[in-house]
């Protein structure tokens, strides 16, 4: 039989006042319970706890050194539980993401603020890292959950569709195109077309899009990220395909989104975590957040 935690309660309540009936008492248990418990108690540690006599209980030499070191186990143990309980409540706790550049740059810093206020102390890290890289960060746990968009289906990954995000032209208000409510992919022949370079999985898409409109696709300008792009539209450069989150880039009034159709390319952004490791509360919570502050910038999903 081992030491219970109901045993040690006993014990420190009868050290507390010295009698048996009225630890009892503030026990809510009846007294023979309670001399069971500590009889069991002094069985199991092989001393006497207690010296009794009629008119007091005292401690014994090995009750008195056994007092603190019950005080400081159930100390410890209320500590422990308190912890656990703020764990699970989302006041405490880690949550580490990866993400592509780009997503990492336009969705998670206005995700991870939000979810700082209402979790102001659960720990958010944020990890940059191309797509193909991200899958092994959460597999092997230097990363708790992965955004962004997979071409595959990877081992030892769960995948949960947050949003479908669609390309879409980006122009400036005083272009041709401004009095259309869409764009067709046909549209842009002739047209300056910005885009990011190959090393981007929208560049893909961007040909892919152009393919099956049956139109040569050949770029006036390709850079890496989503901000020099639409600092090219801003300038006049062109009409930008970029994806549908891209709009939380801008700063100028002076640039328009239109949807482009025929064909419609579109494509899933995913959270990923690993398949055999338990999410914590706070990196549940946090998936949460971000699909809803994900979708709030994609209401098509």
């Given at each position: 039989?081992?030491?219970?935690?109901?045993?040690?309660?006993?014990?420190?309540?009868?050290?507390?006042?010295?009698?048996?009936?009225?630890?009892?008492?503030?026990?809510?248990?009846?007294?023979?319970?309670?001399?069971?418990?500590?009889?069991?108690?002094?069985?199991?540690?092989?001393?006497?706890?207690?010296?009794?006599?009629?008119?007091?209980?005292?401690?014994?030499?090995?009750?008195?050194?056994?007092?603190?070191?019950?005080?400081?186990?159930?100390?410890?143990?209320?500590?422990?539980?308190?912890?656990a309980r703020e764990?699970?409540?989302?006041?405490?706790?880690?949550?580490?993401?990866?993400?592509?550049?780009?997503?990492?740059?336009?969705?998670?810093?206005?995700?991870?603020?939000?979810?700082?206020?209402?979790?102001?102390?659960?720990?958010?890290?944020?990890?940059?890292?191309?797509?193909?890289?991200?899958?092994?960060?959460?597999?092997?746990?230097?990363?708790?959950?992965?955004?962004?968009?997979?071409?595959?289906?990877?081992?030892?990954?769960?995948?949960?569709?947050?949003?479908?995000?669609a390309?879409?032209?980006?122009?400036?208000?005083?272009?041709?195109?401004?009095?259309?409510?869409?764009?067709?992919?046909?549209?842009l022949?002739?047209?300056?077309?910005?885009?990011?370079?190959?090393?981007?999985?929208?560049?893909?898409?961007?040909?892919?899009?152009?393919?099956?409109?049956?139109?040569?696709?050949?770029?006036?300008?390709?850079?890496?990220?989503?901000?020099?792009?639409?600092?090219?539209?801003?300038?006049?450069?062109?009409?930008?395909?970029?994806?549908?989150?891209?709009?939380?880039?801008?700063?100028?009034?002076?640039?328009?989104?239109?949807?482009?159709?025929?064909?419609?390319?579109?494509?899933?952004?995913?959270?990923?975590?690993?398949?055999?490791?338990?999410?914590?509360?706070?990196?549940?919570?946090?998936?949460?957040?971000?699909?809803?502050?994900?979708?709030?910038?994609?209401?098509s999903?």
């Amino acid at each position: 039989m081992a030491v219970t935690f109901r045993q040690l309660q006993c014990f420190l309540g009868i050290a507390e006042v010295g009698n048996f009936t009225r630890a009892a008492e503030r026990l809510s248990m009846k007294q023979p319970v309670l001399s069971q418990q500590i009889l069991d108690l002094e069985a199991e540690l092989g001393i006497r706890l207690f010296d009794r006599t009629t008119r007091r209980v005292e401690l014994t030499e090995g009750g008195r050194e056994f007092r603190l070191a019950a005080i400081r186990i159930l100390d410890e143990l209320a500590h422990a539980t308190r912890n656990a309980r703020e764990f699970a409540e989302r006041k405490r706790g880690r949550v580490k993401v990866a993400a592509p550049p780009l997503l990492a740059a336009v969705i998670l810093p206005p995700a991870i603020a939000q979810f700082r206020t209402a979790y102001p102390s659960v720990a958010v890290g944020l990890i940059e890292a191309r797509a193909g890289e991200i899958a092994n960060l959460v597999r092997t746990g230097q990363v708790d959950c992965g955004l962004g968009t997979f071409s595959t289906t990877e081992d030892g990954i769960d995948e949960r569709p947050i949003a479908v995000d669609a390309l879409m032209a980006f122009c400036r208000d005083d272009s041709f195109f401004r009095d259309r409510d869409v764009l067709r992919w046909s549209d842009l022949v002739d047209t300056p077309v910005i885009t990011l370079t190959q090393e981007s999985s929208l560049r893909t898409l961007v040909e892919q899009g152009f393919h099956n409109a049956g139109v040569v696709f050949t770029p006036a300008y390709e850079f890496n990220n989503i901000t020099t792009a639409l600092s090219c539209v801003e300038a006049g450069l062109g009409v930008a395909i970029l994806p549908t989150y891209a709009a939380t880039a801008i700063h100028s009034t002076c640039i328009l989104r239109r949807p482009l159709i025929d064909p419609i390319v579109s494509r899933s952004i995913v959270l990923i975590t690993a398949t055999e490791r338990t999410e914590t509360p706070a990196n549940l919570a946090f998936g949460r957040y971000l699909t809803e502050y994900t979708r709030s910038l994609l209401p098509s999903a």
